[in-house]
Every structure is written in C-alpha cells, then in structure tokens.
C-alpha cells in the first residue's frame, strides 16, 4: 500500500481534525503527519488499529511456537493425544 497519497501537515490535522476522524473511520487507511516536511506520526482508526494489535499478537504466537519447535520443545501429537484421552476417561 503506498500512502503518498495519505499525507497531510500538522497544520491540517489541527484545522480539520473531525473531517480527518470521519475520513479515517470510513476509509481505513492510515494518515501520516508531517511536522516541518518530515513524517511525524500515523494515524489510523480505532477498528483497524485492534486488528493490526490483534495480529501482532498472533504473530507473536506463532514466533514463540518456532522458538519451542526449534528448541526441540514438541512432543508427537499421537503421545499428546493419548495423555488426553488418558486424562478424559479418569474424569
């Protein structure tokens, strides 16, 4: 995705702050801001915001299974399976 097109000053941030709100909400793509012609920061709306915390959380999973995989932190699904049929039927 290029955001060259989703670039505005501070100055306009400040003096259209609802419109860049309403705008965001409807468009789901990030603003940047510039402060003295350099990027500064990036907005974005609140929906679209939790699903980029949401996937680096599972991203986040997934990187700590490699690290057990890569540890030889695994066991064979057929003894995990097993321990919890085990574990079912003493219930």
């Known amino acids: 995705m290029r955001y060259s097109s989703q670039v505005k000053p ?3 941030l400040k003096a259209n702050a609802a419109e860049v709100l309403t705008r965001l909400a409807e468009q789901r793509e990030p603003l940047v801001i ?3 012609g350099e990027a500064k920061a990036v907005l974005q709306d609140v ?10 959380a599972l991203l986040k999973i997934l990187a700590l299974g490699n690290q057990d995989v890569a540890a030889g932190k695994v ?3 057929a003894d995990v399976i097993a321990r919890l ?4 039927a003493a219930v």
Do not use: D, G
């Open 34 to 36: 510039t402060q003295n």
């Open 10 to 12: 501070i100055s306009y």
């Open 47 to 56: 929906a679209s915001f939790e699903e980029t915390q949401e996937t680096l």
């Open 85 to 88: 049929r085990a574990n079912q």
């Open 75 to 77: 066991k064979p699904v």
